[in-house]
């Protein structure tokens, strides 16, 4: 089982859908990350979980909710979402929150029409 | 403003070479340092870190040069191989900082390995 695994790989969706992204990790991680990445931008931190509580929220639009069940599941609801947010989202986990060093997925790559 | 800066987009190297990827960044807070590298359509994989009590990390064909006072730091790769062809972001944090000691990346190099 690969480190860290993210579901679906590839999703298109209209601006009025509703969808969930899934992500897991099999590394016994204490803490999870959602990042997107667009076209020529550095990777930007959505949201940060430690053992199963937001810690951080980097003034993310309310049309993206996390949800964090457990220490290895982490989701990310998106509902009328815009064209813009069109980009790769990448969930990651780390031993401990912050600083260490963190492990990615695959990645989801969203397309919002 | 960036804290993490990588200026040069992209870099070409011949097979079996050298190649060098450059970092600057701004905050001098900052005391641990990864490179992580990303082929298309996957995530970033982690390659290679170093904290700031160490001036090199070795591994392998990898390896990481920090520089304190100047603010920078650099990965060397080799020899450079073909497979070495992807984006390698740079990233800094402050270890122990909790939830304000996350990583920050800069916007990545393109490295292209010729055979």
């Known amino acids: 089982e690969t480190g860290v695994t993210q579901t679906p790989r590839h999703l298109v969706m209209g601006m009025t859908n509703k969808k969930s992204l899934k992500c897991e990790q099999h590394?016994?991680?204490?803490?999870m990350y959602w990042y997107k990445q667009s076209a020529k931008k550095p990777l930007e931190l959505m949201f940060v979980?430690?053992?199963?509580?937001?810690?951080e929220n980097n003034s993310v639009p309310s049309r993206f909710s996390p949800e964090c069940p457990n220490s290895s599941h982490l989701f990310l609801h998106l509902h009328t979402l815009q064209p813009e947010d069109s980009a790769l989202y990448l969930c990651?986990?780390?031993?401990?929150?912050?600083?260490?060093?963190?492990?990615f997925g695959p990645g989801t790559r969203l397309t919002v029409l | 403003d960036q804290q993490v800066k990588q200026n040069s987009p992209s870099l070409s190297v011949q097979e079996g070479r050298i190649s060098i990827l450059n970092c600057d960044y701004t905050?001098?807070?900052?005391?641990?340092f990864l490179w992580y590298k990303k082929y298309p359509a996957e995530g970033p994989t982690f390659l290679i870190s170093?904290?700031?009590?160490?001036d090199k990390n070795e591994d392998g064909r990898f390896t990481v040069f920090l520089n304190k006072s100047a603010k920078h730091l650099s990965l060397h790769i080799v020899p450079s191989q073909p497979g070495d062809s992807a984006v390698y972001f740079c990233?800094?944090?402050?270890?122990?900082?909790?939830?304000?000691?996350?990583?920050?990346f800069g916007k990545g190099t393109k490295l292209s390995v010729k055979p």
């Open positions: 990651a986990s780390s031993q401990v929150v912050g600083g260490d060093t963190q492990y």
């Open positions: 590394l016994g991680h204490n803490a």
């Open positions: 979980y430690s053992l199963e509580e937001r810690v």
């Open positions: 905050n001098s807070m900052f005391d641990y």
């Open positions: 170093i904290s700031s009590i160490k």
């Open positions: 990233a800094a944090s402050q270890f122990y900082g909790g939830s304000q000691g996350n990583l920050i």
